[in-house]
């Protein structure tokens, strides 16, 4: 699997976009990108996943770029309830294993 | 629908005894992973089950066995428990599809050896 890296942490506003930058410039053309969260003491939660075109669910926005070297992960209108650390992980298909970083600790303050 | 789920949720053992974390899952996932995080730090993937009769190592499998007793179940045994396999312990199952793949995550084990 491609190797991600991400910023230690960041600081957000309440109500305000959170967006959270990932690099993977070794992403190979099968590999997809993963957004898992995990909020203090519980297991980790999907958030959303993409190849290439941008998507948008109910909880987030990723953004790929055109060469996929780097994604960024937007949370419209970030909430209390969003601090939590943020993984970005890149995998192939098929494959069973992901590969949890450090992450980026993210902080929304009132 | 409970989704994932674990038992127990907090344990204390000594070095040496020994203990096995259980996991079920009711949505009929085919594969079942478990995790540890040590404090600060990612998970790191022990064993897996891609399905009903099969695992395979993960990324640190050693100290550890794993049984997937049924589609639903799969458990984590440490036959010697070590200080170094004080973490917290997450159980996971989730269904590979053509192009996704999402994990759902049990509430954890928190496990402490003295």
């Known amino acids: 699997d491609a190797k991600t890296t991400q910023p230690t942490s960041m600081d957000c506003a309440e109500g305000r976009a959170a967006n959270l930058p990932c690099n993977h410039s070794t992403i190979s053309g099968n590999e997809y990108v993963y957004w898992y969260r995990q909020i203090h003491s519980q297991g980790p939660q999907y958030i959303i996943h993409?190849?290439?075109n941008n998507e948008t669910n109910e909880m987030a926005s990723l953004i790929i770029t055109e060469d996929r070297k780097s994604s960024t992960l937007i949370l419209p209108h970030a909430t209390l309830r969003d601090t939590a650390v943020y993984y970005c992980i890149v995998r192939v298909t098929n494959d069973y294993k992901l590969s949890f970083g450090a992450g980026t600790t993210v902080t929304v303050r009132a | 629908n409970a989704g994932v789920t674990q038992t127990p949720k907090f344990q204390v053992l000594k070095t040496g005894q020994s203990m096995t974390l259980q996991c079920a899952q009711d949505m009929n996932h085919n594969s079942m992973y478990w995790y540890r995080q040590d404090p600060g730090m990612g998970l790191r993937l022990i064993y897996y089950s891609a399905s009903e009769g099969t695992t395979d190592k993960g990324e640190v499998p050693n100290g550890y066995n794993v049984s997937r007793l049924n589609k639903r179940e799969f458990s984590l045994r440490l036959e010697s428990a070590a200080p170094s396999q004080t973490s917290v312990y997450f159980c996971?199952?989730?269904?590979?599809?053509?192009?996704?793949?999402?994990?759902?995550f049990g509430p954890g084990t928190r496990l402490l050896v003295l």
């Open positions: 993409g190849l290439k």
């Open positions: 996971a199952s989730s269904v590979i599809g053509a192009n996704q793949e999402t994990q759902y």
